[in-house]
């Protein structure tokens, strides 16, 4: 089977890809340090599947899944992953990703995971499928893009301009979103959005 690997610290990068390239059955064909990289590589070389971390530059191993599902592309997706948030895992199964697994699982697991996602199957780490149960994400979409806008800085009024609101609208998502979440203020929920991998 043939496999990208995209990582953006190196050296766990080049470790990923040697172990994987031991095991007779799989061959490693490229690796990438960002998400969009590792697109580009996906739409060039046609891998069966890509070992992808959930947090990389320029785009996340979501984003590229999210993205290869709207291109209706056949590249399965693994996503790596240090956290065990369930925004995250949800997020990864709506993207259509085959398999979660965490950072720290031994070679052979990922060797046994990736070949079930080869065969049409799913693998999820079982600490990440405990985490599933976890409570669902209580935003909308509108409430997530206002607050990702809000995490970067913009104020109300810049963000009524980006999405063609009004002022008045963007914060009545806004406290929509500070109460969904049990937060004291803006700063607040951000965090707590951020923390569950919401936005």
Known sequence: M?????????????????LLDLEDDIEVIGQAENGRQALELILELSPDICVMDI???????????????????PCRVVILTTFSRS???????KA??????????????????????????RAVSPELALSFWEAENPLSE????????????????????RLYLSAGTVRNYMSEAIQKLEAKNRID??????RNGWI
């Not at 590229?64 to 291109?71: F, G, Q, R, S, Y």
Request: aromatic content about 4%.
């Open 55 to 73: 947090e990389m530059p320029e785009m996340s191993g979501l984003d590229v899944a999210e993205k290869l599902k709207e291109l209706g592309h």
């Open 87 to 93: 925004g995250y895992f949800q997020r990864a199964m």
């Open 96 to 121: 259509g990703a085959s398999g979660f697994l965490l950072k720290d699982s031994p070679i052979d697991e990922l060797g046994a995971a990736l070949r079930k996602v080869r065969q049409g199957g």
């Open 142 to 161: 509108r409430e997530r893009e206002v607050l990702r806008l809000a995490a970067e800085g913009l104020t109300a009024g810049d963000i009524a301009g």
């Open 2 to 18: 043939k496999v990208i690997v995209a990582e953006d610290q190196g050296m766990l990068r080049g470790a990923l890809s040697a």
């Open 189 to 194: 929920a951000i965090g707590i959005a951020e």
